[in-house]
């Protein structure tokens, strides 16, 4: 259960946000969230958390579910239980044993993203 | 010039002497000034606006957090200073502005730390410290870009300014509300709730039916309820104490 410290923002287990969210500062998710996500701080996604959105952060720590394209301007950690569909583009990359990948990854200076278009709009084949 | 607006429940004989003592400290101070008690069937409203009308600058509120809410209530929008004697049984303000009890408060109010502080609004109400809504399920936050909805039943708080708790501390001088979103979890073994931050300048909130929010301690009903932040909105004297 995270704990406010005053200069983040918190999406709570058990509530789901639709739209476009822009914070502030750094970020923390635990609940649903679809949509996009922005934040120049830092964004950390719960174990329990499920994330159907584009997402930009300045650095991500991942311990839950996302289906969508992320960038990351600093490093991205996905943790064992995380699983990622989508397209990384990031500059530092860690992931932890267990950790489930599926997308294109894109990192260095010479990292472009490989699309907008989400995952979830992709028609199925 | 000082007005000194004391709370009804002062009238009781075991304040005597503690009032005494303070309003002798004010005089040596050089901050003395008007004296205006709060009566039951008396409108506090129109007590302190004729003392502001009369160039009174500084209204200070002697008793506890009510004493200082009706005083709020009652200068509004004007830049008038506040402050708070804490005298007798006191909330979470006085800890809150570093604010001592009693004849101490005296050398603080001399001082005169001034600080701006912001001030939230609730359907065209003012609040300095939290609007409370109960556990409920069938409401919708539109933050304008987004909305949130609980998948089940969540208690809202709208915070400007309140004691550290589980939902960490907020600042009143940053520009912003707190919408606070506690979901609680059962288990076996305790009852906790996950608790949900979100900085805001101006929100909604509505329900299917209606509800009853707890504005600064007083009752608000409705279905819709819409948030602002007023920067900057009110100038109170702090200790050096003070929680922010």
């Known amino acids: 259960m995270a704990k406010g410290t005053g200069t983040e923002t918190i999406i709570a287990h058990g509530v789901r946000l639709d739209g476009d969210l822009v914070a502030e ?101 | 010039m000082y007005c000194y607006v004391y709370d009804e429940a002062l009238q009781d004989r075991r304040f005597e002497r503690e009032l005494a003592q303070i309003e002798t400290r004010l005089t040596d101070l050089g901050i003395a000034g008007k004296i205006a008690r709060l009566a039951l069937f008396r409108d506090a409203n129109e007590l302190i606006r004729d003392e502001i009308r009369g160039g009174v600058t500084t209204v200070v509120a002697v008793g506890n957090d009510m004493t200082l809410r009706r005083v709020l209530d009652a200068v509004g929008e004007r830049k008038t200073v506040v402050a708070l004697l ?33 001030v939230g609004e609730v359907n065209g109400k003012r609040f300095l410290q939290s609007v409370h809504i109960e556990e409920r399920a069938d409401f919708v936050v539109d933050h304008g870009t987004y909305t949130t909805t609980p998948q089940r039943k969540a208690s809202v708080e709208v915070r400007n300014f309140a004691a550290p708790d589980d939902a960490g501390m907020q600042s009143p001088i940053d520009e912003r509300l707190s919408l606070i979103l506690r979901v609680p979890k059962f288990s076996l073994f305790s009852k906790k709730a996950s608790i949900g931050i979100v900085p805001f300048s101006t929100l909604r909130i509505s329900y299917e039916t209606n509800v009853t929010a707890l504005v600064d301690g007083e009752r608000l009903n409705g279905k819709d309820f819409v948030f602002r932040v007023i920067p900057n909105a009110l100038r109170v004297v702090t200790g050096k104490t003070r929680k922010f």
């Open chain 2, 86 to 118: 804490p005298i007798g049984p006191q909330g979470a303000m006085t800890e809150l502005l570093g604010m001592p009890t009693g004849v101490a408060a005296c050398d603080v109010l001399s001082a005169r730390i001034i600080e701006s502080l912001d």
């Open chain 1, 25 to 125: 500062g750094d970020l923390i998710i635990e609940g649903e969230v679809h949509g996009t996500v922005k934040t120049q701080g830092d964004l950390r996604i719960g174990e329990q958390a499920l994330v159907e959105a584009d997402i930009e952060a300045g650095n991500a720590l991942v311990s839950g579910a996302i289906r969508g394209n992320i960038l990351v301007r600093g490093k991205l950690e996905l943790l064992p239980s995380s699983s990622m569909t989508g397209d990384v583009v990031t500059d530092v990359l860690a992931i932890g044993p267990g950790a489930q990948m599926n997308g294109c990854i894109s990192m260095g200076a010479d990292a472009t993203p490989k699309g907008k278009k989400r995952v979830a709009e992709t028609p199925e084949e």
